[in-house]
T-cell receptor, first 112, second 112 residues
Framework: NAGVTQTPKFRVLKTGQSMTLLCAQD?????MYWYRQDPGMGLRLIHY???????AKGEVPDGYNVSRLKKQNFLLGLESAAPSQTSVYFC???????????FGPGTRLLVL | AQSVTQPDIHITVSEGASLELRCNYS??????LFWYVQSPGQGLQLLLK??????LVQGIKGFEAEFKRSQSSFNLRKPSVHWSDAAEYFC??????????FGAGTRLTVKP
């Protein structure tokens, strides 16, 4: 039982490049979330999904897109990376509502 | 909109000493309150949460927190700190996980 896993662990991009971050969970959770964490700030919600085939915007969605084609996977895409998107990205999942969230180990992204 | 303030960016305590981490929130209704811990290079782990009922909440690893509505606070406490408690601690508030706001975090250093 791996819990929540994230791929890759670290990535360097040049401005304008695109990439996709993968989050996978094996707990059969309905809800999945993408956060970013920046120095001196708490986590901020980018997008979330309440079930397969659904997505919704969080607090800071601009510049990101997401997809939830399979229940166990939640993809975060950057179409044209900007230095402001340099951050640590965390994925989380839970059974829903106010249930406990389980977090992945994070993906560190550097945009030059 | 809800918000969270963690007044202390960094706290140092000696091993075996007591600990209190402060959290103040702003929220228009009865809040859901959470404390998370993040060890270096790891994702967040839930320590405890408050939804309703008893205002003194027990969590994992010997932590507890007290909800004080009159002071808009949800401070985290531990009677005797262990070296393994060194980490970053985040307070969060929200109606549910889809609209949660995190504080900026308090980094805890434990002296031998």
């Amino acid at each position: 039982n791996a819990g929540v896993t994230q791929t890759p662990k670290f990535r360097v991009l040049k401005t304008g490049q695109s990439m996709t971050l993968l989050c996978a969970q094996d707990m059969n959770h309905e809800y999945m979330y993408w956060y970013r964490q920046d120095p001196g700030m708490g986590l901020r919600l980018i997008h979330y999904s309440v079930g397969e085939g659904t997505t919704a915007k969080g607090e800071v969605p601009d510049g990101y897109n997401v997809s939830r084609l399979k229940k166990q996977n939640f993809l975060l895409g950057l179409e044209s990376a900007a230095p402001s998107q340099t951050s640590v990205y965390f994925c989380a999942s839970n059974r829903g509502g106010s249930e406990t969230q389980y977090f992945g180990p994070g993906t560190r992204l550097l945009v030059l | 909109a809800q918000s969270v303030t963690q007044p202390d960016i960094h706290i140092t305590v000696s091993e075996g000493a007591s600990l209190e981490l402060r959290c103040n929130y702003s929220y228009g209704a009865t809040p859901y309150l959470f404390w998370y811990v993040q060890s270096p290079g790891q994702g967040l782990q839930l320590l405890l949460k408050y939804f309703s009922g008893d205002t003194l909440v027990q969590g994992i690893k010997g932590f507890e927190a007290e909800f004080k509505r009159s002071q808009s606070s949800f401070n985290l406490r531990k009677p005797s700190v262990h070296w393994s408690d060194a980490a970053e601690y985040f307070c969060a508030v929200g109606p549910d996980n889809n609209d949660m706001r995190f504080g900026a975090g308090t980094r805890l250093t434990v002296k031998p």
